[in-house]
Every structure is written in C-alpha cells, then in structure tokens.
C-alpha cells in the first residue's frame, strides 16, 4: 500500500473520531494531511521505503494560538492512536510528538522549509531557497483544511516560481553546466585528470537536470529522486536516459569521445527548447550563450543584472 493511502486511511479511522470526539473545537481550525520530507509525500515510496520512517501517521497543522492552547492535549491524543495499522507499525514518538508527523505549528513547518513562517515574499527568497525545499512544502495531501490558512500558503508555493525568478534559475543553471560539460570536461581530460574529469560530468549532468525540471515548471526534488521525477516530466524527460549515461561512463578514449557527443547532443535539445519557448532569442552555438540571452528576457532590472550564476 502507498504511504499517502495507508495514511489517509488510518486518519480517517483514527484520527478524525478523535479530532471530533475529544477536541470539537478544534474540528474546522486544523488542517490535516500527509506532507513534508518522505518518499510517500511525493508518491514514490515502493518497497524498500517501508524499512525506514515509513508508518501510518499523518500531520495535524495549527495556528500558533491553537498549539499554545491545544498542543499538548492534541499530542498526547495523537500518541494513544493505535500503534499498528494494515500490518505497519508507528514510529515510537515521545509525548510531545515527532517534527515530521503529529501536532505541528503551521509557521514552523513552512519556515523549516523556506525559512520564514509562510510562503517566501520577495526574489531573493524565492531565488536561494532550494527547489527540493520548496517541494517539500507543498507535496503530498491535505484531507481537510476548514480555516484555509496552511492551504493559503500552500497554493502560494504551490504557484511555483514567477517567470523572472524562473529565467533567472534557467540562466544560471545554463551556464554553469556549460562551464562544467561544455569547457571543463575536455580540457581536464587533455591534462590526463581523469577524477577532476568525471566531477565536471556530475555538475554538467546535475546543472542539466535542474534546466529541465524548470523548464517544465516544476520545483526539483531531493537528488536522489531527480531521476525518477523525470518520469512525469513532458518536456525533455526522455533525456533521462543520456544524463544518467554520462554518470556511468569511463574516460577512455572511446568513452571520452562518446560523452563528448552526448554533451553536445543534450545540449542542443536544452537550446531547441529556450527557443521552442521564446525565452531565448537566436539559435546559440552553446549553453553559455544561451544562457546570456535568457537573462535578456527578464523584466525586473535588479535580478537581470546580478551575476549570470546566482540562483545555481
């Protein structure tokens, strides 16, 4: 069973008799569901998921008012919940809950995750916070949110990034990778480093990825799910295949001459697509110049001027 099933099941069992048995006043001010960190919040949990962090929970989200008033009383009702559900068995918490699941304050959740009790509310925020942060905050489910408040917030992240603050990642990615794959990967190979060789590849291969999921809008997640959230990606997705390739091949002459011609034949799919998409404006000999030209298509003057790597 999916962790997001599994869980919405044994909220609705559980958790909401509970809610409406023993805090009533409470019932249409929390807003409960199943998001955060954890493969189940993004719906990639399998099999091996379930050797770690993997139970039959779900998040209770309060105003900061309701937890000075409610939270612990909540707590203690949420830790005599049943203690095994559908064979699975809930992770040993303390009185006072666990961070990931159980009472949480709603501007603590959102601001372990961009740093401010909410939604971020200018370009630098929404520039620096990293994409898999982002995610984080508004994956998963939420089952019932009556008030409105964590959901408000929620769809505001959920929005994704303002198309300057998307250009502006777009360039930066663009020509960082261009640096690493385009420039750096063969002149370490001419100098026989063959380590220093293999890491440009990673930052050419990990800058790439980060091109593609912004160029089919969507927030990046956490490295180790980067492949398999390719899947679902419409727009170069099927790249998936060459990026990871040039991870897992050596740098023999051959090899070396193979990856060179996956770096070029990638890199001219990322071009194809800034034109496919206007925000680039000729046909470019390669991701650097690409990159210049996407800057020139941002409006706001302060994120158009800053160094073309910020936001990498």
Same mark, same amino acid.
């Given at each position: 069973m999916k962790g997001l099933d599994l869980s919405r099941k044994y909220y609705l069992?559980?958790?909401a008799p509970m809610i409406k048995e023993q805090f009533p006043e409470l019932e249409e001010r929390i807003a409960v569901g199943l998001c955060g960190e954890g493969s189940e919040c993004l719906g990639y949990d399998d099999d091996i998921s379930s050797d770690h962090d993997f139970e039959p929970s779900f998040c209770m989200f309060l105003t900061d008012e309701d937890e000075e008033k409610y939270g612990f009383q909540l707590k203690r009702a949420y830790s005599k919940l049943p203690k095994e559900f559908e064979g699975y068995k809930r992770q040993a918490v303390s009185p006072a809950g666990g961070p990931r699941r159980g009472v949480i304050r709603s501007s603590d959740f959102y601001r372990r995750f961009t740093g401010v009790p909410g939604a971020p509310d200018n370009n630098l925020q929404w520039l620096y916070i990293p994409s898999d942060s982002l995610l984080e905050a508004c994956n998963g489910e939420i089952w019932r949110d009556d008030l409105g408040e964590f959901s408000a917030v929620r769809n505001t992240i959920k929005s994704g990034y303002s198309e300057d603050i998307r250009l502006k990642k777009i360039a930066a990615h663009c020509v960082t990778a261009s640096q690493a794959g385009e420039y750096n990967y063969g002149r370490l190979i001419r100098r026989g480093d063959t380590g220093a060789a293999q890491l440009a590849v990673f930052e050419y291969v990990k800058h790439i990825i980060s091109v593609i999921y912004l160029l089919n809008n969507k927030y990046e997640p956490y490295y180790k799910w980067v492949y398999r959230g390719m899947d679902d990606l419409p727009i170069l997705g099927d790249l998936k295949e060459p990026l990871s390739g040039l991870t897992e091949l050596g740098n023999t002459k051959s090899e070396t001459e193979l990856k060179n011609g996956i770096i070029c034949d990638i890199s001219a799919a990322v071009i194809k697509e800034l034109l496919s998409q206007s925000i680039a404006? /000729?046909?470019?000999? /390669?991701? $650097? $110049? #690409? #990159?210049? $030209?996407?800057?020139?298509?941002?409006?706001d003057p302060e994120l158009r001027n800053m160094h073309i790597m910020a936001g990498a």
């Amino acid at each position: 069973m999916k962790g997001l099933d599994l869980s919405r099941k044994y909220y609705l069992l559980f958790g909401a008799p509970m809610i409406k048995e023993q805090f009533p006043e409470l019932e249409e001010r929390i807003a409960v569901g199943l998001c955060g960190e954890g493969s189940e919040c993004l719906g990639y949990d399998d099999d091996i998921s379930s050797d770690h962090d993997f139970e039959p929970s779900f998040c209770m989200f309060l105003t900061d008012e309701d937890e000075e008033k409610y939270g612990f009383q909540l707590k203690r009702a949420y830790s005599k919940l049943p203690k095994e559900f559908e064979g699975y068995k809930r992770q040993a918490v303390s009185p006072a809950g666990g961070p990931r699941r159980g009472v949480i304050r709603s501007s603590d959740f959102y601001r372990r995750f961009t740093g401010v009790p909410g939604a971020p509310d200018n370009n630098l925020q929404w520039l620096y916070i990293p994409s898999d942060s982002l995610l984080e905050a508004c994956n998963g489910e939420i089952w019932r949110d009556d008030l409105g408040e964590f959901s408000a917030v929620r769809n505001t992240i959920k929005s994704g990034y303002s198309e300057d603050i998307r250009l502006k990642k777009i360039a930066a990615h663009c020509v960082t990778a261009s640096q690493a794959g385009e420039y750096n990967y063969g002149r370490l190979i001419r100098r026989g480093d063959t380590g220093a060789a293999q890491l440009a590849v990673f930052e050419y291969v990990k800058h790439i990825i980060s091109v593609i999921y912004l160029l089919n809008n969507k927030y990046e997640p956490y490295y180790k799910w980067v492949y398999r959230g390719m899947d679902d990606l419409p727009i170069l997705g099927d790249l998936k295949e060459p990026l990871s390739g040039l991870t897992e091949l050596g740098n023999t002459k051959s090899e070396t001459e193979l990856k060179n011609g996956i770096i070029c034949d990638i890199s001219a799919a990322v071009i194809k697509e800034l034109l496919s998409q206007s925000i680039a404006d /000729d046909k470019t000999p /390669d991701l $650097s $110049s #690409a #990159a210049y $030209s996407v800057v020139r298509h941002i409006k706001d003057p302060e994120l158009r001027n800053m160094h073309i790597m910020a936001g990498a």
